[in-house]
């Protein structure tokens, strides 16, 4: 299980021992099985305040003891590992052509992991607030039916939200200015846990630093490759919103100036060149294909690529050129060290990467594209989601800990 890099870190101030407390959960979630001995000589608190912190932790069922270990120098140790059995932290996905919910418990073990389709253009933000909060409650019923609190619900959309939860503008939902965050929360009656609204680019970003094969590494980029194509960045293990919370509008960077005309009513940007509506195109009648019919024509893409049909394979190393040329960008730009492909380019990415990995090849300065390594993610089409429970994981890793009393029993 990866973390977050941007836990806490003992501290001398008012809330000293809530601070001290997510100090020794986040150390026992990273170094399981250990012992109080491990936690004093690692963050430097001494061995009476660590038997102290890990005594509240085991009464609030975050931490367990599982019997000792004589594998040292020494008397046998009581060995710590994670609990959070009564606990839970939840996700949903609002995208333009389904909602796709995640729970998982404080070790990132899924609980649940749901998805249905959902008509996001044609669906007023009102209609959209009742489906989502229908779902959500939904997601929460199970958690108490399985004896868990829910400890918080962030929720994805692809678009601009403000650091307050506000979707000031997501274009393929047709949608601004929506208080997405506070009319949720007046949706679901007070759930009695915070609800949260971010980018789902954002979100994702945070489920491959937590859980991805590439968890943990500092400096990664994760694309979200559905209707629309956004970034989440992270650098130095923290994930990057900018002053108001609206970086990582990738997809927006022109890429071809005579190009075609993008949703956003610019031209030649890369969702327009590089998205997944350059590769899927449009019917039989010239019109752009309808979000609902995106996977299935995409498995026809696939299908025909399998066999060889050279148009398809001419067609898709052209996507990836230019999916390569944007991505030079980032890593000309940002230097990291894996930009992660996600949604539906992950089944597209045998025939992308080839032709995309010579252009970062080709257009980055520093030798060998800087280090920076292009991959398809391996969490599938809810990685949003699953970013949305990570986000309240790290609220958990940050100090927010349920207090003494507040688990089922």
Known sequence: MITSTTGPQPADFTDVRATNLAVVLRFVRENAPCSRADIAASTGLNKATVSSLVADLIDRRLVRETGLTENRVGRPATMLVLDGSPYAAAGIEVNVDYLTAVAVDLSGRRLLSWRRSFQGPAATPAQAVAEVARLARRAVARMVKEERQVLGLAVAVPGLVGVDGRVRLAPNLGWRDVDLAGDLAKALRDPGFPVQVDNDANLGALAEHRFGPFGGIGNLVYLTGEVGVGAGV??????????????????????????PECRCGR????????????????????????????????????????????????????????????????????????????????????????????????????????????????????????????????????GRLPHRGEAPP
Request: one cysteine or more.
């Open 234 to 259: 992270i650098l130095d293990g923290r994930l990057r919103r900018g002053g108001q919370g609206y970086s990582g509008e990738f997809g927006h960077i022109q890429i071809d100036p005579g190009g």
């Open 267 to 398: 031209v030649g940007c890369l969702e327009a060149v590089a998205g997944i509506g350059a590769v899927v195109g449009r019917d039989a009648q010239g019109a752009p294909v309808s979000p609902a019919e995106v996977e299935p024509e995409l498995d026809e893409v696939v299908r025909r690529a399998r066999a060889g049909d050279r148009a398809t394979l001419g067609m898709l190393a052209g996507v990836g050129g230019n999916l390569g040329r944007g991505v030079a960008v980032i890593a000309n730009l940002l230097n990291p060290e894996v930009v992660v492909l996600g949604g539906y380019y992950v089944p597209l990415a045998p025939w992308l990467l080839p032709a995309a990995e010579a252009e970062i090849r080709r257009r980055t300065i520093a030798p060998e594209a800087g280090g920076c390594r292009l991959v398809a993610s391996t969490l599938g089409y809810g990685a949003a989601a699953l970013g949305g429970a990570a986000r309240v994981l790290d609220s958990v890793d940050s």
